[in-house]
């Protein structure tokens, strides 16, 4: 029964779009609309300074950043400036992660610094760090 339910609605997706159900192709009925996007977008200097504003002046918008706060505050007023209706922005809770002090130390046979980069999420020991056996690797493929 559980397999029913699920062929009944992917064979009426299937029969729905496909292009032989359709009057004209889409490339012939999209055409000229698509032509005045594109024509707009190769003359209109607006988007490309909305989008230069955005990553010189705002910068990266990491998830939670105080960039992409200002991001939002400066899309919501530009949105309402130019007569936008309805324009809001909703409160959304995400995770935020802030990149924190990492080093690596060889302990034996001679104690020196490795250079590293840390990954999101890593898991370190509070207090004194990790610490485990290595390996020499052959070379990655």
């Not at 190769?42 to 939670?64: F, H, I, N, Q």
């Not at 919501?76 to 690596?104: A, I, K, M, Y």
Request: charged content about 25%; overall charge negative.
């Amino acid at each position: 029964m559980r397999h029913t339910l699920l062929l009944r609605p992917l064979l009426l997706l299937f029969f729905a779009v496909r292009p032989g159900f359709c009057d004209e192709d889409l490339t012939t009925a999209y055409r000229e609309d698509a032509g005045r996007i594109i024509g707009a977008a190769l003359t209109d200097e607006v988007g490309w300074e909305k989008l230069s504003y955005l990553t010189t002046v705002v910068g990266a918008r990491l998830s939670g950043s105080e960039q992409l706060e200002q991001a939002i505050e400066w899309a919501t007023e530009t949105l309402q400036d130019e007569g936008f209706d309805n324009v809001s922005s909703q409160p959304v809770e995400v995770t935020h992660w802030v990149r924190g002090e990492e080093s690596v130390r060889v302990l034996a046979p001679i104690g020196r610094e490795l250079a590293i980069l840390g990954l999101g999420r890593s898991y370190r020991h509070p207090n004194r760090g990790n610490r485990s056996a290595c390996r020499r690797g052959e070379r990655l493929r």
